[in-house]
């Protein structure tokens, strides 16, 4: 039997007395053991859903829910059985980094000993125990933000909420977050996830929660969100960026061509239109240094999602 963690029932959020709505009509529920990323862009009123989860701002509309406790109305109660990790900036610089996740841990209730213990664990599982002694402020941006990951650690709360915990972290570390990430999961904490990168989300979460315009698009697993794509292929281009116009005014009758990184192009087309397109594309003066027809990805959903919603 799947038990519900959080109940989130028509939250609506209101900013600036009442002008702004910046969640609208979100319900959802999150189970214990599964790990559930929220995606959306930039606005699209994720961390005001999260405050909300953690009691920092009440639903203006609408209940949350932790193991059925109204959170605004039993805060105290449920933030000792959450860990929550913020993009706000680190509170303490001012320490050194053991005493930062040290002290956070005696704050959390756990004794001396235990304290010690799990710091040390810590340090090392973050490859940040040569850094020990050195004070938070004079780590490097994404060397703080493992250390701020660290204070989430500690205390080894059964639900963690990370806010956008690769941002700012090298390829390695973030590879190491994302394992970190895993191992948690696998000895039964619940993780609720919010990033931007979701190409390396995927390969992790096992629901997907899609918010834009602080309305819920879709909630589902990675791959049932993908079957509705799944009548499609994603094209990328590899071409010289002066060609870039010629490319979409020549495909734009076969779906929206988007500039994914600096040198390639990506579009979803029906899997009857793969034989036009990839004639289309072979006209040399079209620039093409490469192109690879693949499955569609969890960003492909993402995108589809929101067109069909920008639409309506
Ligand atoms: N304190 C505030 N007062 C007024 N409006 C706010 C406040 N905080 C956020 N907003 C607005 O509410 C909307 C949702 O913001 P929110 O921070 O929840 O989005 P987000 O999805 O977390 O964005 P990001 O990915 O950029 O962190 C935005 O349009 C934002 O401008």
């Not at 829910?65 to 959450?82: A, C, L």
């Not at 706000?88 to 209730?109: C, M, N, P, V």
């Not at 390396?200 to 918010?211: F, L, Q």
């Not at 004639?279 to 990805?297: F, V």
Request: zero cysteines; aromatic letters at 8%; proline letters at 3%.
């Amino acid at each position: 039997m799947l038990e519900p963690v959080y109940e989130l029932e028509d939250v609506t959020f209101y900013y600036k007395k009442g002008r702004y709505k910046a969640n609208d009509g979100i319900s959802l529920t999150i189970y214990k053991g599964e790990i559930i990323g929220i995606l959306g862009p930039n606005g699209a009123g994720k961390t005001t859903l999260i405050k909300q989860m953690i009691g920092h701002l009440a639903p203006t509309v609408g209940s949350v829910k932790f193991q059925r406790q109204e959170v605004s109305r039993n805060t105290k109660d449920v933030i000792k059985q959450i860990a929550y990790y913020s993009q706000e900036t680190f509170a303490l610089s001012f320490l050194k980094t053991w005493e930062a996740i040290y002290f956070t841990g005696r704050l959390k209730g756990l004794s001396k000993k235990e304290a010690k213990q799990q710091t040390d664990n810590i340090l090392l599982r973050l490859g940040m125990k040569a850094y020990r002694n050195k004070l938070v402020s004079k780590l490097s941006g994404g060397q703080r933000r493992l250390i701020s990951l660290g204070t989430t650690l500690i205390g080894q709360a059964s639900v963690i909420i990370l806010d956008e915990p690769t941002n700012e972290l090298d390829p390695l570390k973030r590879k190491l977050v994302w394992e970190i990430i895993r191992e948690l999961n696998y000895k039964g904490t619940t993780i609720i996830l919010v990033t931007h990168n979701i190409l390396e989300a995927e390969k992790v979460v096992h629901r997907v929660a899609v918010i834009d315009n602080g309305k819920l698009l879709a909630i589902d697993h990675v791959e049932k969100l993908k079957r509705r794509v799944d009548q499609r292929m994603r094209l990328e281009i590899y071409a010289h960026e002066a060609s870039f116009q010629k490319i979409q005014d020549k495909l734009e009758s076969f779906g929206k061509v988007e500039l994914v990184e600096d040198a390639k192009l990506a579009m979803l087309i029906d899997k009857h239109a793969i034989r036009p397109v990839i004639d289309l594309i072979q006209d040399e003066a079209l620039n093409i240094s490469q192109y690879s027809l693949l499955p569609p990805s969890l960003e492909d959903v993402y995108s589809m999602l929101q067109e069909q919603q920008r639409s309506e």
